[in-house]
Antibody
Framework: EVQLLGSGGGLVQPGGSLRLSCAAS????????MSWVRQAPGKGLEWVSG????????YHADSVKGRFTISRDNSKNTLYLQMNSLRAEDTALYYC????????????????WGQGTLVTVSS | EIVMTQSPATLSVSPGERATLPCRAS??????LAWYQQKPGQAPRLLIS???TRATGIPVRFSGSGSGTEFTLTISSLQSEDFAVYYC?????????FGQGTKVEIK
């Protein structure tokens, strides 16, 4: 059974930093690209960042480019999202998702989702 | 950026009736279109990929159709567990984008 267990969320002040983690199990981790998708309270879904199965390719949405960094440790089956210079508009539930293939291309959908970890940016 | 539009925002349907949920893309996405279901307090779940291919374990009452810019998710006979929010998502070009969702509520 595919499981994606996110952690690391919390309350942080504007301008602060946070690192999210996602522990994956139930599948061959390096065979899948991975992504983070977020959902602001009461709002819709927004893709944030993606990384290839090898970790060699990454892509970020314009809204977080230069502030967020996605990475992965295939030896630990873990995905990360380093979030710096956080803003109030980054407040959201962050979902770890599995891409439908190994390569990081736009042509992947999200076939499994974790339960989400909440990030609140407020003073 | 490809804009995905879902209208109406809310659809009121009686149990056992058919629900038809439209999704429109601002430019052609071929058949690179997925549908997700989200229930309150839960993560989204993949229903359909490739515009019409049901994901593993998804009941046959869910079907998807369309290509290019016009897509439809149909639920043939609504069950109580189907009342939820449904999102379409294009995966034809960066960035991958979602529609704003259609909430299916009990009439």
């Amino acid at each position: 059974e595919v499981q994606l267990l996110g952690s690391g969320g919390g309350l942080v002040q504007p301008g602060g930093s946070l690192r999210l983690s996602c522990a994956a199990s139930g599948f061959t981790f390096y065979n899948h690209a991975m992504s983070w998708v977020r959902q602001a309270p009461g709002k819709g879904l927004e893709w944030v960042s993606g990384i290839s199965g090898s970790g060699g390719s990454t892509y970020h949405a314009d809204s977080v480019k230069g502030r967020f960094t996605i990475s992965r440790d295939n030896s630990k089956n873990t995905l990360y999202l380093q979030m710096n210079s956080l803003r109030a508009e980054d407040t959201a539930l962050y979902y770890c998702t599995r891409d439908s293939s190994k390569g990081l291309t736009p042509n992947n959908y999200f076939d499994y989702w974790g339960q989400g970890t909440l990030v609140t940016v407020s003073s | 950026e490809i804009v995905m539009t879902q209208s109406p925002a809310t659809l009121s349907v009686s149990p056992g009736e058919r629900a038809t949920l439209p999704c429109r893309a601002s430019q052609s996405v071929s058949s690179n279109l997925a549908w997700y279901q989200q229930k309150p307090g839960q993560a989204p779940r993949l229903l359909i990929s490739g515009a019409s291919t049901r994901a593993t374990g998804i009941p046959v009452r869910f079907s998807g159709s369309g290509s290019g810019t016009e897509f439809t998710l149909t639920i043939s006979s609504l069950q109580s567990e189907d009342f939820a929010v449904y999102y379409c998502q294009q995966y034809d070009n960066w960035p991958r984008t979602f529609g704003q969702g259609t909430k299916v509520e009990i009439k």
